[in-house]
DNA sequence: TACCAGGATGTTG
DNA sequence: CAACATCATGGT
């Protein structure tokens, strides 16, 4: 048993419910208030577990328990749940926005929950444009399971997101019978192409600024404003990367500030000010309010 | 049936 | 830079 410490402003059961969000999900399996997932390590899949009793207890469920491999997943799970962030600065900046602040103590604790692989939050939010949630899922749980990578473990399969450079090789007509558009398989063959060849890699785009990598993002055919702040919030540890365009945030926000409407880009553009240095982690609360 | 859904691209003024 | 048209799939 591997365990990790949390910091004080940490809530595992706000975080349960953001990851038990929708029943289809497939990249991680939730039982018992237990996570399962698997990565990816040297070429080999690892499949490992995450539970909570006062801190953070791994285990790791395959042949292989070495220390890198040790050292990879707490890793991991620490980028995933964002243990890191320093809280107290995102609240103090909540202060701001009274609406904001209630959320603040509703979910007090919850944390961006990430997604460690670029590539990951890419795909999956190219698969959310312009379609509701669900069938976003839908789409998904197809892609995974038709191209992506399968791990055993007691008679249960687990799955890991198809590898760049194996949607790479794919064509339009391999996805469109998934019921992916035409437009939305090109713009996932686009970034896994980009991957395959090297061209984008996490590594690099660590060392560049904020708006150095919206614009290396934003290259690709595909990725507009939208996209590119959600991966930098999910991937990048961007925290103030601002997915204006998102309409669920703009159901939120006009949920939580009672407006007979939602708002416009520019209004929420306005509206943001107040959390300027956290729009991110701001959003993310509103989107966590959607959960009702 | 028209409109909405965790948008993006391209054209036009 | 803003406003619009177009894309294209499923749900209500």
Known sequence: MIEILTPKAFNFEQTLRFLSRNEKECLHTIKNNEIFKVISFENSLVLFSISFTKHLQISIHSENQGQKIIDFVKDYVSDWLDLKANLHFFYETAQNDEILASLCQKFYGLRMIGMPDLFESLVWSIIGQQINLNFAYSLKEKLVQNFGQKHFYNNEAFYALPTPERL??????????????????QYILNVSREFAEGNLSQEV????????????????????????NYSMMKSLKNYDAFPVEDVGLHNAVKTQYGLMAKPTISELNKMAEKWKGWRGYATFYFWHSLLG
């Open 205 to 228: 785009l660590k060392k560049l600024s904020f708006e150095e990598v919206k614009k290396e993002l934003v290259k690709i055919k595909g990725v507009g404003n939208w996209t590119a």
């Open 168 to 185: 790479a090789g794919l064509t339009l007509e391999d996805l469109q019978p998934l019921q992916f558009s035409r437009n939305k398989a």
